[in-house]
Every structure is written in C-alpha cells, then in structure tokens.
C-alpha cells in the first residue's frame, strides 16, 4: 500500500502516532532519572528507614546495696508482651483491644487508655502492652504471630524491691518516663523516649544516670509487617553502676521497729555519722511498697492500692525526714544556745539567764514548765528551761535569730542526695508576711520562735544536721546516702562507633562540712548540756545506757494550744542525740508525730536505735541483762 | 512449525520483532525471579512464552486477510468469552471477575485475548471503508464496536483492561481519516473535561475516597498518606529510586519486592522491580527495546499491503504504547495504580500470549507485503 497515495496525510499520521509513542517513552526515561539519579539516594534512605529496626536491649540497671553489701534493690528478669507501631500503622488498632484484652487478661479500658496516650507521642516504636507476663500469655502471643504480628515477648528485667516497705522513701522506684516529663526538651535531648524506664523518687531518682546503664540494641531486617527477617548487628548494653549506700540495714530495721511500735506509728528516726555526714538510717512511717508501682501498676488492684497511697491522708509516700516540717519544740534551743554564745548574748563565764518562770509579754503571759531560778546555760539545757530562752532570744532579738537560722542553713535544703526536700520554715521567711499583715515583728513572735514554736517548722534532717555539730566540734556535713557507685567495664573494642568507655567508682561529690565557728569552752558548755539531759537528771534520763553515753535534746512541739492537746492533736515527740558524747559515733534523730512528751516517746525509739548500734559494734558495752534481753 | 511456513517465508519472516519480543520476555523472566524467587511464577512464565512462541508462529504463518475475513466470527466468540466470565464458570479475584477457567485449556484472563477480535473488527470496518472524511455514523458504529466487550469488561469490574481499549479506537479513528479539527477538539475538550469531571465526581461522591487518595499521591507524594491507598504509589517510588544507576547489585537481602513492601511486584510492579535490581541502565535499556520494537511495529504498518493490515498494526502499536506509558507511569509514580500489566514483562500467560499474537499478525501482515 502506497500511504503517500492516500488523501489523508496517513503517512504522516502514522508518523505522528510514532512520534508520540517515542514522546512517552522519553518522558518515562525523564521520570526515571529524576527518581534513581537525582534523588536515588533520598529513596535509597527511605527504603533504608523502613527496612531498619533497632529493638533495644535493655541494660541492667544497678542494684542498691547498704554499706555492708546487704542488697536492697535488684531487678530480675520478666517477660513483657509489646505492641510493635510499625504493623500496626495501617490498621485500626481498636478492634483487636477486645482480642488483646482477652487473650492477655488484662483490663480493656487500661489498653484503650494505654494506646491513647502512646499515640499522641511521636516516634514510638513499640510500648509495653502487659507487663510480668505469665506462660499463659506468652504462648496465647506465639499462637496468634500470624494473626497479630504486632504483639511481641520480650525479656526485661523488673526492677524488685525485696525489702517491700522497709527503706522505701530511701530507695524510691521506677517507672516509665511521663508524657510530662518528655515534653521537656532536656529531657528529650538526653536521648529517653516513651517507654523509657527512670527512677522516681528516692535514690532511685537522684542517681538515675548512673544506676540505669547505656542500653544497647540489636539491628534487625523487618518486613513490611515488621517481622524480623534477619539480624545485621548486635550492640551489646553497659551496665548501670551498683551502688553502695550509707544505710545500715540493720540499723534501719531496727529504726522501723520502733516507728511501727510508737504510738501513733506515724513519724521518723533518721542516723548518721556526723563525722563525714553517711546517712545510717532514714525511716519514715507509715510507708508503702514501691513494688506496687512497679510490678502491679498494670492491674486494677494495683492501680487501686497507688491511688489509696495518695489520698491516704497519713501520706505514707512523704519521706517525713526531708519533707515533713514540724515544729522543733526544745530541740531548737540547740543551735539557738550556740548562736547566742557566737554572738555574745551570752558568755561562757556567764551564761545565766532568769527563768522567771515564765514571760507576760503585754497582757499575754507564757509560762515554762518550772521555774529555774537563773539557770546557766548547760543547766538550762538539760531541763530544758523555756524562760530562760524567752529572754535569751529577747536579747539576741529577731536578728540574731535569724543570724543563726543562717548559720545553720534553716533557710536551705540540706543537700542530702534525695530529691524533693523541703526547705524548712523559719522567722526569716516569715518575716514579711508578718510584717505585711501585723504591721511588725512583735516581741511575743520572738518569745514562741525562741522554742520552736509559732513561725518555726523546721525538717527533722535539718534538726539533726545542726544539733550533730556540738558533738564534732562545728563541722556541718551534708547528709548523704551514697557511699560509692561501683565501676564498670567498657562495651565493644576501642575505636568502634559502638565503643562505650568504662566508669570509675566514685563517692558523695559533696564531703566537705561546713564549719559554725565556736570556741572550744562555747563547745564544751553546749555539750554538757547535752550530756546532762540523758545523763544529768535532765529531760532523757530514762534512755542513759551505761559506757555508752548518750549527748541529746528532747522535743515536746505543741501542735494545738494548751487544752486542746489531746488525741490527734497531742504534740509531736522529738528527741536529737548523738553518741558517745564526747565521741560521738552516730548521731539520731527521732519525731513520733502527736504522741506527747519528747523524752517519753521520741526518746525511748531513738534509744530503740543505739540499741542495735550497740549490739552490732560494742557488744562488750552490754551488760548480762541486756544482752539477754537482746 | 516451521513446516507450514515455506521457505520464501523463512526468509521473510520478521526475526528481529520475533527476537526483540523473546528477549523482553526473558528479561522480564529474570526481573519476575528477582520479584518472587521462592515462586514459581517464573518457570511459568517461560512456559508460557514457549506456547506463545508457537501461536506467534501459527499466526505469522496464516494469512490475516483471511482471518479478518473471519474477524466478526472472533469477534462474537470474545464477547462469548467475556459474558461466559460473568457467569459462574468466571473466577474472583481480589474483587474482580475477571478470570474464566474452562476445562482442557485451564485458567485464563479473556479480557486479554478479546482486544485483538476487536481490533480486527476495527480494522475490517474501517478498512473496508471509501475514501473520504470520516463520517459520524461511522464514528458511532466503531464506537458500538468497541463498547460491547469495554461493556462487558467493566461489569467484571476491570476499569484498567477496560482503559487499554480505548487506545485502539482511537488509533483507528485517527488513520481513518478523521478530521484533524476533530482531533484537536477532543485532545482540548479531554483537557478540560477530565479535571472537570475529577471536581465534579469528588463533589458528587462518585468517585470514591480511596480513588481520590491515589490521585491525590500522585499530585503530593510526600504528604500523601503513606500508610493508606498511597502506599502502593510511595512504596514503587521508593524501589525505583533505591536501584539508582546500576541497580542494587546482588543485594537481595535489602529487596524491596522480597520485604514485602512493594505489592505485586511480580505483575503490576514488575516495572519497579526492574528499576531496583537493574537501575537506570537496566529500565533506558528496556525503555529501549520498547522503542525498537514499536518502531519495527510501524515500519510493517508503513509497508502493510493493504488498510486493513495498517490498521491492525498501528492499533496494536497504540495500545502497546499506551499500557507500557500508563504501567511504568504509575510504577514511577506519576500516574495513578491502575491495574494494567507492563507487557512483556508482567507475569502472567494470558498476557503475553496475546501480546505474541498481536505480534503474530504484526508479523503475517509484512510477511505478504509483496503478495499484491
């Protein structure tokens, strides 16, 4: 067929059909270069992204031990089932809750609520759907990977706190990290995702970075379902740092004991050695398992058991050596006695001040428990004369107390390595809200914060702190609980992108004490003083232990007025000491809350204390009876 | 075989289409292994290229003015085929009712097969007719021709094989002398009219969320969803883009296509597959054959003895052309997932037999160019 002998140009048609036909090719091959050459690498990433997985393997996190290698918190291993995003990203995950639930035997709601919160998230890979699970639930998981290749198990060790109640302020727990906490952007910078495992209070909290480790992971080929097709590598994780703590196990059993058998079981006894600050013991009761947020969480009745934790209105989760604030009621004539010695209210060679029996200030007349004469110093201290202070902190004025709540750092925390500790209460911040509402600082505020009453509420370990000083010639140490974190070893050979460095073992990063200036004879009468209450026929005399004795100060704080003070609002207990006193070892501190008079309550569980110190270091010092009585 | 042809014929017969056509074929074997190894999708498909090897020679060998003599016979007996799918003996798959399976011969895709009775038919038709302006009525006539197995197709529901009919139409109409005003009107009308009738389908909820969502990954591929209905479209790019110049070299592990991330890799995104274990050298040099082999293709049209023949070419050439643009279109992510096969490279034997069949008569048309 001759096309060019046609009328309709067909030649040119067919060319043109022809033409477009190369037209598209050549716009394919345009596409084509645009794609694998321009931005081959770009999709050669993305390929790479979605094929890649990084399953983390959880590093073990240290265990807690006290200062005799006792252990207090270890982890052990779980399995936990997972709910992997990746297979799940197509999919409307609310169908299958009612098939999790069940097969799980968990809560629905708690995986609704559970989901919810991971979903608003971004970059979550997978979440922890039920956690310490059982033979039951592992096999119900690899019955249905077919069907749910979302679900995974996998081991992870738990954090166990075998000693339940015992130290539990102390220690803490763990948990995983809140959405609040992740908004935080230097909380995000440092790397922890949702899911994370951190500590929560406690030591716990404070030396996280240290007791958690580095985790390390296993690189995994996923497909598209995210089912693991083939490992490339496995970076294995360092370890956390054990750590070595200040407690005495001991000593702190001991402590709770007579916390759970005092009066109201509601208070604290805290020890430490005031010659480098090591905290022996810190109890406070009541107290609560932090196994229950750790290993019942997931459950209704362990969700349960945490929310009666918060509103129990005797708060067993306030750690009530650092965060309770009581009024200091005799205790706080100690630091008071050598503030007005440093600043001359009163000498050493004399110290008297009248009793009088009491002040009228106005019309208003505040009595003390006896009347005194003019005692000295010591003597006012061991019977523990308010007239004498009444006047003696007229004298030193506001000022100078306030002079001496600096001095003995009412007005900070204390340092100690716990996080949330309060700041006590004092006149100085006070001060301006009185000022504000009453127009001045009256005489008779002067009077009441001379005991420890009125504007004073300190915390029992900043009590402690400060009366610890009279027995160590002024030097105020910072309480601590860590003695030294162990090291370890590194991860990986040197050079490799992988390689994790060792860590050394370290201690408390704080040893220096801080000095409150006082002469040796300033010193001396402070202590006697002291001495004389359990040893001199003063306010604790029923605790004197033969060979062994003991430096104290009882406390009797009013917590409602005279006449009202029965029942639940009895006074709060409190009785500060150290031992031996002119040498001490161990310094203790007791507050039972609204039992009465310091030396018959506070006084007695702290003796509870030196007790078992006794037993376990001067076993000699006892004599027969009490020896059998142990 | 090569006994029904005679010697004159040996020498005639077009080798080169014949082994450009092979050569595809192989080539997609390879890319079809690479797609699925653990099937056997592969072996299957050099089975099926050995028969389509022996119906490309049969019918290089029988001369197709006789069989276009026969066209309205093969024409009636494919639309038979496509309403027999309908009925019980048809077989579902993913939705579609698109597949016959008969006893003897097995399970096969008609809707393949029948484009080539109805571009005989076309060609019969506009072949037969005078010189002159293409007149309405025969437009209307072609129209009919065409829409009663397109008709039947979308009632499987197969929109993509439906789709790969109008091309020949439109191949015949314009060598048949159509009005150049008319073609333009169209292309024009076809530029307004298709976005228009998008807004006004969406508007009107014919067309379908998940439909709008592949038209949506093509115009933003980034911010489409691509964990929904763009998924398909993401998920070739990505292949295509990681195969870079040369492909990913041996690198099974990383494939896309044995990850299970790019779906039908082995017939829909063959195309992709080839993309990332060959590269760009790989897909220009397939681009190539693709362009060698059409242009063989119009060079018989150009010497075809008579207008029927022209037109069966040239209608073969159009609707070849428009599956490859449209199937490694969408595998480049540029035009939306249709289901059309990539031909020659997709696996599946329905496919490739009639694709050798067309080239079949491809090849008996310029075996008797110098009959007359």
Not at chain 1, 57 to 77: E, M, Q, T, Y
Not at chain 1, 106 to 135: H, S
């Amino acid at each position: 067929m001759k096309l060019n002998d046609q009328a309709q140009n067909l030649g040119i048609r067919v060319g043109a059909i022809q033409v477009i036909a190369f037209v598209f090719l050549a716009i394919l091959g345009v596409r084509l270069y645009y794609l694998q050459l321009v931005k081959g690498e770009y999709y050669s990433d993305r390929a790479e992204n979605q094929r890649i997985r990084l399953i983390p393997i959880p590093a073990p996190r240290g265990a807690i031990f006290d200062r005799n290698g006792k252990l207090l918190v270890d982890s052990r291993p779980t399995y936990n089932v997972t709910l992997s995003n990746e297979p799940i990203k197509k999919i409307d995950i609310t169908e299958r809750l009612e098939d999790y639930a069940g097969g799980l035997n968990v809560d629905r709601q708690y995986l609704v609520e559970r989901i919810n919160l991971i979903r608003k998230q971004p970059g979550f890979e997978t979440m922890v759907l039920k956690e310490n699970a059982t033979i039951q639930d592992i096999s119900w998981v690899e019955a249905h990977a077919e069907e749910y290749p979302e679900l995974h198990v996998e081991l992870q060790p738990q954090r166990f706190y075998p000693l339940g109640k015992t130290l539990a302020h102390v220690l803490g727990y763990v948990g995983e990290i809140s959405p609040k906490q992740l908004e935080k952007p230097e909380v995000v910078e440092k790397g922890f995702r949702a899911g994370d495992i951190i500590g929560k209070g406690g030591l716990e909290q404070s030396y996280d970075q240290h007791l958690r480790g580095k985790p390390g992971y296993k690189k995994v080929m996923v497909d598209s379902r995210g089912r693991i097709q083939s490992e490339i590598e496995t970076v294995q994780p360092q370890a956390g740092q054990d750590l070595v703590s200040t407690i005495d196990l001991d000593l702190q059993l001991a402590a709770e004991e007579q916390l759970a058998n005092s009066a109201t079981k509601r208070g604290t006894i805290m020890a430490m050695d005031p010659n480098n600050g090591e905290v022996l013991v810190m109890a406070s009761a009541p107290s609560f398992d932090p196994n229950a947020f750790v290993t019942r969480i997931a459950t209704p009745e362990g969700r349960k058991e945490i929310a009666g934790y918060y509103t129990n209105e005797e708060r067993p989760l306030l750690n009530r050596a650092i965060q309770g604030r009581y009024h200091p009621g005799s205790t706080w004539k100690i630091p008071e006695s050598i503030a007005a010695l440093q600043q001359g209210a009163i000498t050493v060679k004399n110290s008297n001040v009248v009793c009088g029996g009491g002040i009228t200030i106005g019309n208003k007349h505040t009595r003390c428990m006896g009347n005194h004469g003019s005692p000295p110093l010591s003597y006012a201290i061991t019977k523990s004369c308010d007239g004498y202070y009444y006047r003696l902190a007229l004298k030193m004025k506001i000022e100078g107390l306030i002079e001496m709540i600096e001095e003995f750092e009412y007005d900070k925390r204390s340092g100690i390595d716990l996080p949330n500790e309060k700041i006590s209460q004092t006149p100085k911040s006070w001060m301006p809200s009185v000022i504000k509402n009453e127009g001045k600082w009256s005489d008779i505020r002067t009077v009441y914060a001379s005991i420890g009453q009125d504007t004073v509420v300190v915390t029992p370990i900043s009590m402690l702190r400060a009366a610890s000083v009279v027995g160590v010639q002024g030097k105020m140490f910072v309480p601590h609980l860590l003695k030294e974190f162990k090291a370890v070893g590194a991860v990986g050979e040197e050079g490799d992108p992988d390689y994790v460095p060792a860590k050394s073992s370290f201690g408390f990063d704080r040893p220096e004490p801080k000095i409150i200036e006082m002469t040796p004879e300033q010193n001396k009468v402070v202590l006697e003083g002291m001495w004389g209450v359990v040893n001199g026929g003063g306010t604790g005399a029923r605790l004197k232990i033969e060979n062994f004795e003991i430096a104290g100060k009882t406390g009797t704080a009013q917590v409602a007025s005279l006449g009202k003070d029965v029942g639940a609002n009895k006074d709060h207990s409190w009785f500060v000491s150290f031992a031996p006193a002119y040498k001490p070892e161990i310094a203790v501190i007791g507050l039972i809350e609204n039992s009465g008079f310091g030396g018959s309550h506070a006084g007695p569980a702290v003796r509870g204390v030196y007790d078992a110190y006794l037993l376990k270091h001067h076993s000699n010092l006892l004599d027969g009876q009490q020896m059998a009585k142990k | 075989m090569v006994a029904v042809l005679e010697k004159r014929n040996i020498r005639d017969f077009d080798w080169l289409t014949a082994i450009l056509a092979v050569s595809i074929v192989c080539f997609g074997v390879w890319q079809i292994y690479n797609a699925q190894p653990t099937e056997t999708y592969w072996s299957k498909q050099i089975t099926g290229l050995f028969i389509a090897l022996v119906a490309l020679v049969v019918i290089a060998a029988t001369d197709y003015r006789r069989v276009i003599d026969y066209a309205p016979i093969f024409y009636v007996l494919g639309l038979v085929l496509l309403l027999l799918v309908l009925t019980p003996l048809g077989v579902k798959v993913n939705g579609q009712q698109a597949w016959l399976k008969l006893p003897v011969i097995g399970q096969f895709q008609p809707s393949e097969f029948v484009k080539i009775p109805t571009i005989l038919m076309l060609a019969k038709y506009f072949g037969s007719r005078k010189l002159g302006n293409l007149q309405l009525k025969e437009i209307l006539i072609g129209g009919l021709i065409l829409a009663a197995p397109v008709g039947l197709i979308m009632l499987e529901p197969d929109a993509g094989q439906a789709m790969t009919y109008f091309p020949i139409l439109v191949t015949i109409l314009f060598l048949s002398a159509i009005k150049l005003r008319y073609v333009v009107l169209m292309v024009a009308a076809g530029v307004i009219l298709v976005p228009l009738a998008y807004y006004v389908g969406v508007q009107t909820g014919n067309i379908k969320s998940y439909q709008q969502e592949r038209i949506n990954v093509i115009l933003d591929p980034e911010n489409a969803d691509p964990r929904g209905y763009g998924y398909h479209t993401v998920q070739s790019m990505i292949t295509v883009g990681k195969g870079g110049l040369s492909g990913i070299k041996g690198d099974t592990e990383t494939s896309q296509a044995k990850l299970k991330f790019l779906p039908e890799p082995h017939t829909d995104f063959i195309f992709a597959v080839t993309a990332e274990n060959t590269g760009f050298i790989g897909c220009i040099s397939l681009l190539l054959a693709y362009a060698m082999l059409l242009s063989r293709l119009v060079a018989g049209a150009r010497q075809a003895p008579d207008r029927a023949g022209m037109l069966v070419i040239m209608a073969i050439v159009g609707s070849l052309t428009f599956q490859i643009f449209i199937n490694v279109g969408m595998a480049l992510g540029f035009l939306p997932v249709i289901g059309v096969p990539l031909p020659l490279m997709s696996a599946g034997l329905s496919a490739v037999l009639s694709t050798f069949i067309a080239i079949g008569f491809v090849i008996s048309v310029k075996m008797r160019r110098f009959v007359n």
